[in-house]
C-alpha cells in the first residue's frame, strides 16, 4: 500500500502504465504499487517499520481511543458519543461507521451564520442528564435553521502518512490543478494552527478545517464528548444555554488537563497503518486505467510522499490515499456549511482507500453504492461524473472491481 523512497516525490496524477512524478526536478515513472500482492496487514494495524516506543505508544493511544468516557471524566454537559471507538468501528477501531451528526446554520445578509448562540453549528446528540438544578439533554435543531447537513463518521486509517505531507506538497497539487485542469482545480483551506500559531493548511475534516492530527484530536474531545483540554478549554454551551453551563457544568476547568488524553489520540491515529489494498487481476488494472481516463484522477490522486520524519515509519514513505486532500466545488452537492474558508459548496475530496469496507457514501451517507456515489458528483466532479455514465455497462463494472480493491 505505500512504499519506501529515498527522495521526496510528489506524484500528481495516474498514468497507465504508472505515475507520472517530479523528484528533484526530474520527471520518472514509478511502479503502482497496488500491483503488488496485498499486504499481510488487516484494517487496523499499526503501521510496518515501527520502533518499540512507537508500538508502545500506539497501543497505549488504541487503548485510550477505546475507553468510555464518564461524566465524572468531564464527559458533556453534551456530547455525541461517550469514546471515539464508539463511532470509529468499521470494519475496525479506528475505521468509520454509518453514524451520522448533523451541523446547521442559516445565510444572514449573505454570510453563514452557525446559530452558535443557540447551539450550533454542531447539533450534540446526548446530554449527561441531571446535574445540580439543570437538566442536559440532547440539543434539538435550532428554530431559524436554513441548513441542516449531516455528516458521516470517517475512517482515520492512514492518518499518520497525511499528518506527515509537507505542506508544499499540498500547495503544489493545487498549483498544477490550476495550471493542467482549472475546470476541476482545487483551493486550499488555510486555517489557525493553534499550537504553533500560524496559518496552516487544512487537510483533516469534511471542509479541511483542521491543519494536524494533534488539533483534530483535541477539537474532536471537546466537540463529540465536550472533555476540555489545554487548546480547546472552553466546554460548548447546552444549545447555546452558557449560564446553565456556568452555573451546573459538574466539572468545570480544564479536563484534560496536561492534554495527555489528546496525546494518546494522536499517537493512535499517527501510527495507524492505511487500508490494506488488494492485488489487481486484469479486469481491475484495466478499471483504473479507465478511472484514469475519464479524468477521476484529478482529484482522487493516487500517489503523495511525506517529507522527513523522525519516525522511520513516516520518513519520505509513498502512500496512495486516492485524494489530493484539496477543497472543490462540488455545487448542490456541498452541505451549506461555511467552516474557515471553506463555504457552502467547498468540500474535501474523499479519499478511496478502504472504500471496500465503506457502508454508506459521500459526507451526509446519502448514497448507499460506489455506482451511486459517483453518479451523484456535481460542480466540479460533473464532467467525470458524465464520463463515468458514458462508459458502457462493462467498463463501469471494471472501474468498480478497481475501486473495490482500494
Known sequence: MWTKSVVPILCIGATATGMSCIANGESEIMKDTAQSTATALVFGDPLPGLSESELARFRAGLEEFSATEEPADGLGPVFNDTGCGQCHTDPAIGGGSTILEQRVGTIVNGKFDPLARAGGSLIQSNGIGQAGDCTFRNEQIPAGSTIVAKRRTTPLFGFGLVDALPESTLIALRDSQAANSPRQAGVLN???????????VGRFGWKDHVPNLHQFSGDAYVNEMGITSPEFPTDNCPQGDCAALARCNPTPGINDELGEDVQLFEDFMTFLAPPPALPLDARSTRGRTLFNNIGC???????????????????????????DFLLHDMGTMGDGITQDGATGTLMRTAPLWGLRAIKSFLHDGSAFTVEQA??????????????FTRLSTQDRQDVLAFLNTL
Open 190 to 200: 488555510m486555517v489557525r494552527d493553534i499550537r504553533n500559531n500560524r496559518l496552516a
Open 297 to 323: 484522477q484529478t482529484c482522487h490522486v493516487a500517489n503523495l510522499t511525506t517529507g522527513p520524519n523522525p519516525s522511520r515509519a513516516l520518513d519520505r514513505v509513498t502512500f496512495h490515499p486516492y485524494s
Open 374 to 387: 459517483i453518479v451523484n458528483h456535481l460542480g466540479q466532479g460533473r464532467e467525470a461524473r458524465d464520463a
